[in-house]
């Protein structure tokens, strides 16, 4: 990496900015809703006054940030990476029903993250997610297994974290340099890291600055390339999954970052579910704050944020890294999801009394939160207002842009104020945020559609504050998207792949690599890691599949077939080669389809294993 890469650059002042851009936003804003005649006239009552006002000063503010926004965005401020042995990492990924994923996450941080421990949370499941689990342990000592049972389960996912820190904190041990050194990471089922998530984390930007306490990771949306998104669905629905699916990366990787980024500036960088990580010590001040980490909000990830901020600690933001998760192609699903999460964040406003007592931000850091905290109200007083100011515009004659010589400025300024901020995050996505895959005259159709994606807010917001006002915080888990997919393999689809004549584990194989090298130890740990790596490298064909990328799909079958050779699976190593085969001939649905069939097959040469290896 270039020596310009690692140049750091000044953090800009955020509030001078903010208050040149409020000014220039407000008068542009003052002359569209106050004096355009647009929206009737300004001076003839009170109350129309009003609302004219008020939707002035939240159009202003809200392009104000937008603009921050944008600007902090194309700073790429670059991170720099540090020595990940320095300190100890501990993943904890909370379960409940995750059969469909949790193999493939726990199989891909132990196989990227060699040094990392591995703590799975299953809050009282009733599928195989336990079981799966064990199963790895078997193998692998750097997996750990935490069972709760109700009715002390199912209680919140704060609850689950917080009985699996006090484990990690019991292995850790009570030596304080340990403690120090121990960072505490959070993963979804379906999460996974990138490679370089580790080192960036330990560098002198994050936990090698003993001032930051935690450290949030950009987020990826690891399903944005696959071409059926809902395989059981036809045409129509698809194309409509692919968009949210799109819609939903290009959200994490651009407004989303750039909202932490700016907030690396003002202090108030916030904690997500999946990519989090925190330092021990830090939720041991915490517990001693308040009793627990993790807190009841259904937002418990944001609040811990706000918590670990209220105690003098420092958040920060790492863009270069990042974990990857599935996104919702529902609609109703999506809907839902956003829901919640903007139920949660409104829950944590109780928290900015004690936040504003510890006096541990400045003011650009308070305005920042309470924007934050209120955007929900804001959006529900223009989706109330402005309809209604056109409404008595239009009934009352007075409609400016019906006839006025303000018309053509008024759709100017509303293609620059109210488009452009929004369109500009397609090329932005492609650029800047490294998704090269997409075309610049395709990046710019992204950006209409994420115009129409940001809309969406109107849908849940009122959703929210309905549930707030009534009081209601029960919520069901979003399904993932492989759930009710993913059938049994039928042990006659095996035959299918022609290759039921071949041995499911030809032990002379290892026997044999065993006596060249003298060591059965050695080929014990082969036989372990290809166990261990298997739900990794299946997940990875799959996805390569379903985006149908030639050259990926093509290495991703490869390493299942080298390292089947490697072991005498030879079940395995022929199902691959038909896959191979399909793939050459690139005929991705058929090779979309043998993908339980290969399942069955690395079922039945895990099972084979297990019973040569450990007498079952």
């Keep these: 990496m270039s020596k310009g890469r690692h140049r750091r650059q000044p953090p800009p002042k955020v509030g001078p900015l903010a208050f040149s851009l409020a000014v220039v936003y407000g008068v542009a804003a003052s002359f569209i809703f ?3 005649g647009t929206f009737g006239t300004y001076g003839q009552h009170p109350w129309h006054d009003t609302l004219l006002v008020l939707v002035t000063i939240t159009a202003a503010v809200a392009l104000t940030y937008i603009t921050l926004l944008l600007r902090v965005y194309t700073l790429r401020p670059a991170t720099r990476g540090g020595n990940p042995d320095v300190f100890s990492w501990h993943l904890m990924i909370p379960c409940r029903d995750e059969e469909s994923v949790i193999a493939a996450t726990v199989s891909a941080a132990r196989t990227s993250f060699p040094h990392c421990h591995v703590w799975v949370i299953d809050d009282d499941s009733e599928d195989a997610t336990a079981r799966i689990v064990r199963d790895l342990m078997d193998f692998d000592d750097r997996i750990h297994l935490i069972s709760r049972v109700r009715p002390n389960a199912r209680t919140g996912k704060g609850d689950a974290l917080n009985a699996a820190f006090k484990r990690v904190a019991e292995y850790v041990g009570p030596d304080p340099e340990a403690r120090r050194r121990a960072v ?5 089922a379906d999460g996974y890291l990138s490679d370089n998530t580790l080192e960036l984390l330990s560098g002198p930007d994050a936990f090698g600055n003993g001032g930051i306490g935690a450290v949030q990771i950009e987020v990826w949306m690891k399903n944005r390339n696959d071409r059926r998104p809902r395989p059981q669905a036809g045409a129509y629905l698809n194309a409509l999954g692919r968009y949210l699916i799109r819609m939903q990366d290009m959200e994490f990787r651009t407004s989303n970052s750039a909202m932490q980024l700016l907030r690396v500036q003002t202090g108030t960088v916030g904690m997500g579910g999946n990519g989090q990580f925190t330092r021990l010590s830090v939720l041991e001040d915490l517990t001693a704050a308040h009793s627990e980490p993790w807190g009841k909000s259904l937002s418990e990830d944001y609040e811990l944020g706000l918590n670990i901020i209220s105690l003098g600690h420092t958040n920060h933001y790492v863009r270069e890294a990042y974990v990857s998760q599935e996104a919702l192609p529902y609609f109703k699903r999506l809907i839902t999801q956003r829901t919640r999460w903007a139920q949660g964040i409104m829950q944590c406003s109780a928290l900015l009394p004690s936040l504003r007592r510890s006096r541990s931000l400045k003011a650009s850091g308070f305005a920042e939160i309470h924007y934050f905290m209120t955007l929900p109200w804001i ?13 008595v515009a239009l009934t009352s004659g007075q409609a400016g842009f019906l006839g006025g010589d303000s018309t053509l400025v ?12 929004y369109a500009l995050w397609g090329p932005l996505y492609r650029h800047w945020g490294r998704e ?7 990046s710019w159709l992204l950006g209409a559609g994420y115009l129409l994606y940001v809309y969406f807010t109107y849908l849940y917001y009122p959703r929210a504050i309905g549930r707030m006002i009534t009081k209601r915080t029960s919520w069901a888990k979003t399904a993932r998207n492989a759930d009710g997919l993913q059938t049994a393999v039928a042990p006659e689809l095996v035959p299918a792949l022609a290759v039921g004549n071949l041995l499911a584990l030809d032990t002379r194989v290892l ?5 060249d090298l003298e060591s059965e130890t050695y080929a014990r740990e082969v036989v372990a890691a290809f166990v261990l790596r298997w739900p990794a490298r299946l997940a990875n064909l799959r996805e390569t599949v379903a985006a149908e990328s030639p050259v990926r799909a093509r290495d991703a079958v490869a390493s299942i077939r080298v390292s089947s050779t490697m072991v005498g699976a030879r079940q395995l190593e022929g199902a691959a080669r038909e896959v191979t085969d399909l793939l050459q001939a690139e005929d991705y649905d058929a090779a979309r389809s043998l993908m339980p069939a290969l399942e069955g097959v690395g079922e039945r040469t895990v099972a084979a294993i297990r019973a040569e290896y450990l007498g079952e």
């Design 379 to 391: 959006m529900i007083m223009n989706l109330a207002f402005v309809p209604w100011l056109l409404y």
């Design 436 to 442: 090269r895959r997409v075309g610049w005259a395709t």
């Design 184 to 188: 505490v990471g959070v993963l979804d």
């Design 511 to 515: 026997a044999e690599l065993a006596e």
């Design 410 to 421: 008024v759709a100017a300024a509303g293609m620059v104020f109210l488009v452009l901020p």
């Design 34 to 36: 106050c004096f355009s």
